[in-house]
């Protein structure tokens, strides 16, 4: 099984912040923290990831816990286009994908 | 510059037939994977290259999958005989190197049905 837990869906509304959590308690100190979302019909690709400290790019924001056990990928006004499964994946620790959390947005 | 490149995108075969799905990775990347990826679930990895050397093949059923990536560049994941359970979207993607710092670029996936 994967080492990061996340909830199996969530849903949002159009041009309201999105807030997508994971669970990794066990992670280790080697490890970062990469999210990866899969749109429909089409590979994984990559959003953001990050270390200890919180991470900002064009995409989303990604909030990591002091105690690394758990982080927070934020979409800051979701999309219909943002609607997608989003993975919380510990690299180079882990290579498995977990089953995501379904994220819908309703206009 | 083109993405991941998967050919085919769809294939339809009996089972116990033999398949094969090919995979350019972009330009440069030196490092390969190969994913399988059922409905409903996360992908799982199969393979994964560096240049030419498979460095983690841990979970490549290997009494019927076979893999190889040839000069470092294309890649080509084998099925024979197929099964029915083998129905998935068969992923391929790459990056610079297998680096936890680098990204992986995913390709399209080959979706498989086995009847």
């Known amino acids: 099984d994967a080492k990061t837990t996340q909830p199996n869906s969530m849903e949002s509304n159009e041009e309201e912040p999105v807030h997508l959590p994971c669970n990794h308690s066990t992670i280790s100190g080697t490890d970062y923290i990469h999210w990866y979302r899969q749109l429909p019909s089409q590979g994984p690709e990559y959003v953001i990831h990050g270390l200890t400290s919180n991470v900002n790019n064009r995409m989303a924001s990604l909030a990591i816990a002091e105690d690394r056990k758990s982080s927070t990928l934020i979409l800051h006004r979701a999309t219909l286009r943002d609607a997608a499964v989003y993975y919380c994946i510990l690299r180079p620790n882990d290579m498995r994908f977990g089953a995501g959390t379904r994220l819908t947005v309703k206009p | 510059e083109a993405g991941v490149v998967q050919s085919p995108r769809y294939k339809i075969i009996e089972k116990k037939q033999p398949v094969a799905f090919w995979c350019n990775p972009i330009s440069g990347h030196n490092t390969l994977y190969w994913y399988r990826q059922n409905l409903g679930q996360g992908p799982e990895l199969l393979i994964r290259y560096e240049n030419e050397e498979a460095v983690d093949d841990s979970q490549l059923p290997k009494d019927r999958f076979s893999a190889e990536r040839l000069k470092g560049v294309d890649s080509t994941l084998k099925i024979q005989p197929a099964e029915l359970g083998d129905s998935a979207v068969y992923l391929c993607?790459?990056?610079?190197?297998?680096?936890?710092?680098?990204?992986?670029?995913f390709g399209p996936g080959t979706r498989l049905t086995v009847t």
């Open positions: 993607a790459s990056s610079l190197y297998g680096g936890h710092l680098i990204e992986q670029y």
